[in-house]
């Protein structure tokens, strides 16, 4: 597996398809609808956010703890998306995206109550989906920041691109809500609930190692 990282071109690491790298490139003025689609196309085809949003829900079942964790993610990803564009704030695309990796770990590393097991301690789960939604914001941010938009109407444009994000994130939500609603129903989700949230936890790190590759090759 770190073979296989290590060998990946490091291109694929941290990048935007064409078409949407063309239009961020060229666009001048207000483009709301745009935007609106980008938004959510990047959340829809984000797999480390659905991934870190999957383990966020898989113990929870009551539609009131859906709510508040996802409001707390929204929140922290919404807060770092404005001021990281409209503020400048410059960090290495690939670190940025390591962490967001290791926040996929840390998510499949608590359901299977590993801190409670090693450690003899339990983070506040509410206060980490806000401090890792503040670093998923924090690397869109970098993805809008590569293409220097005008600053006319910006704020306009990151609206509706973070409409756009909810938007996705929504129907992300939904459909993994109905599949996990299905799968509640039979035995084999507790069963599998170890190897689940093993496999989260294998996913979050061959992300974060392939960031890091990224950021190797790139330095």
């Known amino acids: 597996m770190l073979l296989l990282v290590f060998t990946l071109p490091a291109a694929y ?19 709301i609808g745009p935007f ?3 938004g959510a196309k990047h959340m829809l085809t984000g797999y480390d956010h659905l991934l870190f949003l999957l383990g966020v829900i898989f113990f929870l079942f009551r539609s009131r703890d859906i709510l ?8 922290g990803h919404s807060l ?6 409209l ?17 996929v770990v840390y998510k499949g590393f608590d359901n299977l109550g590993g801190f409670q097991r090693l450690f003899n301690f339990q983070p506040n789960t509410k206060a980490a989906v806000l401090i890792f939604g503040l670093f998923h914001g924090l690397g869109l ?15 306009k444009n990151l609206l509706a691109f973070n409409i756009g994000v909810e938007i996705g ?9 109905i599949l996990l609603n299905v799968w509640r129903r039979y035995r084999s989700y507790y069963q599998f609930s170890v190897l689940t949230n093993s496999l989260l936890m ?4 061959v992300l974060f190692g392939f960031q890091m590759a990224g950021y190797l090759l790139t330095v």
Not at 13 to 31: I, K, P, R, S, Y
Not at 90 to 100: E, F, G, H, P, R
């Open 13 to 31: 690491a941290h990048g935007v398809d064409a078409n949407t790298q063309q239009f961020l490139q060229n666009n001048q003025g207000t483009a």
């Open 202 to 205: 294998t996913a979050g790190l």
């Open 169 to 177: 994130q929504f129907l992300a939500l939904f459909f993994i809500l």
């Open 87 to 103: 503020g400048n704030v410059s960090v290495n695309a690939y670190l940025i995206d390591a962490i967001i990796g290791l926040s």
């Open 80 to 85: 770092t998306l404005f001021f990281g564009v």
């Open 36 to 38: 609106l689609y980008i």
């Open 141 to 155: 941010a970098t993805k809008l920041q590569e293409f220097n938009m005008p600053a006319q109407d910006l704020w």
């Open 68 to 75: 508040i964790y996802i409001s707390l993610f929204t929140l």
